[in-house]
């Protein structure tokens, strides 16, 4: 019986350069397009939290019948600000009789659901629960919800908590941008509602 020859074994040094190469240009695409969509999810993700924010001082201000305060802080530590860029917020009742903001220096407080010594804190976020890197612009640092739910003092229009990465150019509503940047508006009369700001007037989905 002939033995035949057997057949090399594994791969040659030119098939697996080949190989590297054709793994090297996905990663070259693929990387990109990974970060782009990592921002988007970030994007929204924090975009949702706030109007998450919003719609629960909303709802205990009617629900107390009391004047309830949505607020960006620069963190939630002791040696807290009030901030229009930051992501992490606050939700507190307002004591009128504290001044005018108990929470600042003292967003490490609990949360707590029954009124003690301000600041009485109900609700908060803090910006590294999938929000780290995005930037929210709004002006001003606070909105008050009033039992009736409707913004305190009112507002001339909606106020507008922009949110995106990197810088505002890198949205797709300014050209070349690669961002789903979103928005999220307050009306004077409480209500709140996300939507995008590259989408033309008239879709569902435009600011």
């Not at 009789?97 to 220096?105: S, Y």
């Not at 909606?158 to 810088?167: E, H, L, P, R, W």
């Amino acid at each position: 019986m002939l033995n035949r020859p057997r057949a090399p074994k594994g791969f040659t040094l030119v098939e697996a350069m080949v190989v590297l190469a054709i793994l090297g240009l996905m990663l070259a695409y693929a990387v990109p397009a990974f970060t782009t969509w990592l921002q988007n999810a970030r994007i929204r993700a924090t975009a949702e939290s706030i109007q998450q924010g919003l719609m629960l001082a909303r709802s205990e201000a009617t629900s107390r019948n009391a004047q309830v305060r949505f607020q960006l802080t620069s963190d939630l530590t002791s040696a807290c600000v009030r901030s229009t860029t930051a992501s992490n917020w606050i939700v507190d009742l307002v004591d009128l009789g504290a001044g005018p903001d108990a929470v600042v220096g003292a967003c490490d407080a609990p949360v707590t659901d029954t009124p003690t010594a301000p600041p009485n804190i109900l609700h908060k976020r803090s910006a590294t629960e999938g929000s780290a890197g995005i930037v929210v612009d709004v002006n001003p640092e606070e909105v008050v919800v009033n039992g009736m739910g409707r913004v305190v003092p009112l507002p001339a229009d909606a106020i507008t908590y922009d949110v995106f990465a990197g810088t505002v150019d890198q949205c797709r509503q300014v050209a070349g941008g690669t961002l789903t940047c979103l928005r999220v508006l307050v009306s004077p009369a409480g209500q709140v509602r996300m939507c995008n700001p590259a989408f033309p007037t008239g879709d569902p989905q435009a600011c």
